[in-house]
């Protein structure tokens, strides 16, 4: 097994539980700041709404760290699950028997990939999260091209 795949391997199987720790962090962190202002209270109004205080900021921070790891476990969940028998890259090691069942799970993959990467950007924006923003519309859409090049058994 290479050591891609082995990395891809033990984000999918302990990715969850980091994403899972990262979100009760960030819930943990936004309810320690309630209290605090979210907003800036001098300068221009477009000021005020554009740049979030310090408290909102790490909210944000501990959101887009949750993300991050979220992604990450979601793309090797697509990549672990497609070495069998439908991707045949040479550094995922051997491909086992082409599954027929597969032939459109490479774009299904890449659909959701995008499809989560706008939808949470959306959400993101929504609530001022900008860094959280940044993060969704930069790995989700490259990760999604990524796997969009993989080579499988399906012309």
Request: charged share 10%; glycine share 10%.
């Amino acid at each position: 097994m290479s050591a891609g795949m082995m990395f891809f391997g033990l984000v999918f199987m302990g990715g969850w539980a980091a994403a899972l720790g990262a979100l009760v962090f960030a819930v943990v962190t936004l309810v320690r700041v309630r209290q605090r202002d979210w907003t800036r209270r001098q300068g221009a109004l477009a000021v005020r709404l554009l740049l979030p205080a310090p408290a909102f900021l790490r909210f944000d921070v501990a959101l887009a760290a949750a993300a991050l790891l979220a992604d990450l476990w979601f793309v090797s969940a697509a990549i672990v699950l497609g070495t069998e028998g439908i991707f045949t890259e040479d550094w995922m090691g051997y491909p086992g028997m082409a599954d027929f069942t597969g032939r459109g799970y490479q774009a299904g993959v890449v659909s959701a990939l995008r499809a989560t990467a706008w939808w949470t950007f959306g959400i993101a924006v929504l609530g001022r999260c900008w860094i959280t923003a940044g993060v969704q519309v930069c790995l989700l859409p490259l990760a999604a091209w990524w796997i969009g090049t993989f080579d499988t058994y399906f012309p």
